[in-house]
């Protein structure tokens, strides 16, 4: 009785952490760049070779998932092709609660699917209503399909931390219009922190002029969303990106080519960092429109590194996010504060690492970063991310 009665008392003390772990089966193995055309209808082309015509395109521009209404014959040229399918299940044939006997028969028929993404459950105004409908929605996707994540978005980062179970989650707010840039991000890595899950970016692709600054407004918008835990961006439906008749890319898709390849280029070294502990900015004097800000000063919303951490930023005005990887090695994700202008950045330590690497884009490598005492040197991009690896 007292051994039954001790076990007891153990267990009720024990953390209940492992309840809220996210399924490690279920997360996004890929950096997600997805193409869609909107949710919520069948909205890409239903010829077979008008779609297999959009796919090669957005393959060309670094696009890897497609948001689609799920039909074998799309799985099977996605799969020609290396793309993975976002299923919408708020389309009328399988809505996930509309119809749920079909989303049910569609979700355990892909259940062993290696060309499926995940499913795609909301994104929309979530309300205090709602909350329980949609955490009801992702509890039976799960049972369905215990293999794929299930994914909940929102507007302005509104309510979607009371979703439960979900794999990832995601918002937009389309900030070089609206605002509101840092505050929802911060509210993204709260929950990002809480639930141990990365988080997708819907936004804008014409946050600028096409042809011109564009891609670094909208290269910019996502860039500084790395360090929080991005893993994955899409854009809003509205842009044409691929010519309605040929499926070419367009002007606005040649744009969002050059913002995708370079998160395509480092996208599975950042599947592999999780969720950063915190993250960091250095004072500016330039604003993200390139204008003068005057006295420098962090962002408002962002925290300066604290003065007694391990490292400090020396030179440079970027935005850094602390992560580790599976070795328990630092890995530092740097992106910058102006759009417009690639920074020098000096990056100085307490006490001198056993290494310093640097992710080389190009080469797909790790490749070691010269020490010069205690202070490492390397240029992050105007419209990108660096990854630095540290050993400490």
């Known amino acids: 009785m007292r051994s039954l009665l001790s076990a007891l008392v153990v267990l009720l003390a024990a953390p209940a952490l492992s309840a809220a772990e996210p399924d490690a089966k279920r997360q996004p193995k890929v950096f997600a760049i997805v193409y869609n055309h909107g949710y919520a209808g069948d909205n890409l082309p239903t010829d077979k070779e008008q779609f297999e015509a959009l796919v090669k395109s957005a393959k060309a521009a670094h696009f890897n998932v497609i948001l689609c209404q799920y039909e074998p014959w799309r799985a099977e040229i996605c799969k020609k092709h290396g793309m993975l399918i976002f299923v919408d299940l708020l389309v009328g044939p399988h809505h996930v609660y509309k119809n749920p006997d079909a989303a049910k028969k569609l979700c355990e028929s892909l259940k062993d699917s290696d060309t499926i993404y995940g499913y795609h459950l ?62 929802h991000l911060d509210k993204a890595l709260g929950t990002a922190q809480a639930k141990k899950i990365g988080f997708l970016r819907y936004d804008d692709a014409t946050s600028g002029i096409v042809g011109k600054g564009n891609p670094n407004r909208v290269g910019y918008t996502y860039a500084t969303s790395v360090p929080f835990g991005l893993k994955g961006i899409f854009y809003h439906f509205a842009a044409d990106i691929t010519d309605k008749k040929t499926f070419a890319l367009t002007p606005l898709g040649e744009d969002l080519k050059k913002v995708n390849g370079r998160f395509a280029a480092v996208g599975d070294e950042l599947m592999k960092i999780g969720v950063p502990s915190a993250v960091y900015s250095t004072a500016i004097t330039k604003s993200a429109k390139n204008d003068p800000v005057a006295p420098a000063a962090v962002p408002a919303g962002l925290k300066p590194t604290p003065k007694d951490h391990w490292f400090q930023i020396a030179s440079g005005e970027v935005l850094v996010g602390q992560f580790a990887d599976a070795d328990k090695r630092d890995v530092l994700v740097f992106a910058n504060h102006n759009p417009y202008e690639s920074q020098d950045v000096k990056l100085a330590f307490g006490a001198a690492p056993k290494s310093v690497e640097y992710f080389d884009r190009a080469a797909k490598k790790w490749t070691a970063l010269k020490l010069d005492g205690k202070t490492a040197a390397f240029k992050v991009e105007d419209h990108g991310v660096e990854l630095v690896r540290v050993t400490r």
């Open 122 to 183: 909301w994104s929309d105004n979530i309300t205090d209503v709602t909350v329980a409908g949609r955490t009801r929605d992702v509890k039976n996707v799960h049972e369905w399909d215990p293999n794929h994540m299930a994914y909940i978005g929102t507007t302005y980062m509104n309510r979607v931390n009371r979703v439960e179970g979900m794999d990832t989650f995601g918002y937009y707010d389309f900030h070089w219009k609206r605002g509101g840039h840092w505050g």
